[in-house]
């Protein structure tokens, strides 16, 4: 009697299965448009560059936008050496002021309201993460200069850049959240499940370079890389923060 009540649980278990199987969509085929696609669609883009012929206001800001991308041209900001860590900790321990950001200063930092320089590992964790943003924006400015002008000066920039996120991305020492430095041997996601390569903490991680993740769709439409170059940023940034995201 146990035996065939047995063999109609398991049954039963089976026969939910196939039902529940047979229930499931396909799954959904996605085909990648040609880049770049992410950070504006092509029917925006014609209405974007109609209206920088028809109006002042627009044309206006296309010129500002382009002053602005031609000064990241003449000098853009890289990322760090090492990691970022939290940009609240980048204040005078004296006076509470918030700490001057020079690019070219990474290990000392001025206090503005004393003149006084502080130095430190939290300063420069926080130094490091400022810089972090300034590349990302500096990013986006100028995949927007090159998909409304098609100026190859700036995805020649982009390429500069990103070539180098790569080459250091995969030097960053995974972390936890409070910036301890882990074993080279640690496990991803053992003692880390909040921590992160780049930045202190894994959301910030991820939102750092989904940032990034338009301006590099961009660029690889812009025909500037090579496949050789896009293979070494897509493996060594990309897939490596994805496998970072999903531990």
Same mark, same amino acid.
């Given at each position: 009697m146990k035996t065939l009540e047995v063999a109609g649980l398991v049954l039963s278990v089976l026969t939910a299965m196939a039902c529940r199987a047979a229930d499931?969509?396909?799954?959904?085929?996605?085909?990648?448009?040609?880049?770049?696609?992410?950070l504006v669609s092509p029917e925006e883009l014609t209405v $974007?560059?109609?209206k920088i012929g028809?109006?002042?206001? &627009?044309?206006?800001? *296309?010129? $500002?936008?382009?002053?602005?991308?031609d000064e990241i041209? &003449?000098?853009?900001? *890289?990322?760090?050496?090492?990691e970022g860590g939290w940009t609240h900790k980048y204040v005078a321990p004296k006076t509470s002021a918030k700490l001057k950001f020079?690019?070219?200063?990474?290990?000392?930092?001025?206090?503005?309201?004393?003149g006084e320089y502080w130095t430190g590992k939290q300063y420069d964790d926080a130094w490091n993460k400022h810089s972090m943003h300034i590349t990302v924006d500096q990013q986006e400015v100028l995949a927007a200069a090159w998909t409304l002008t098609q100026d190859k000066r700036y995805a020649e920039t982009m390429r500069t850049v990103f070539l180098d996120i790569a080459k250091k991305y995969k030097t960053y020492r995974l972390h936890d959240k409070s910036m301890v430095l882990l074993p080279a041997d640690e496990p991803m996601g053992t003692n880390a499940l909040t921590g992160g390569f780049a930045t202190a903490q894994s959301i910030d991680e991820c939102s750092t370079f989904t940032s990034l993740a338009f301006s590099y769709d961009t660029l690889a439409g812009s025909g500037v890389l090579s496949e050789a170059e896009q293979k070494q940023i897509e493996v060594k940034v990309c897939f490596y923060v994805l496998d970072l995201s999903c531990t």
């Open positions: 499931t969509p396909p799954p959904i085929r996605f085909t990648r448009p040609d880049r770049p696609f992410m $974007a560059k109609a028809s109006q002042r206001w &627009a044309a206006d800001g *296309l010129k $500002a936008l382009c002053a602005r991308a041209v &003449a000098n853009p900001n *890289l990322f760090p050496e090492s020079d690019s070219k200063s990474p290990r000392r930092h001025l206090d503005p309201s004393t």
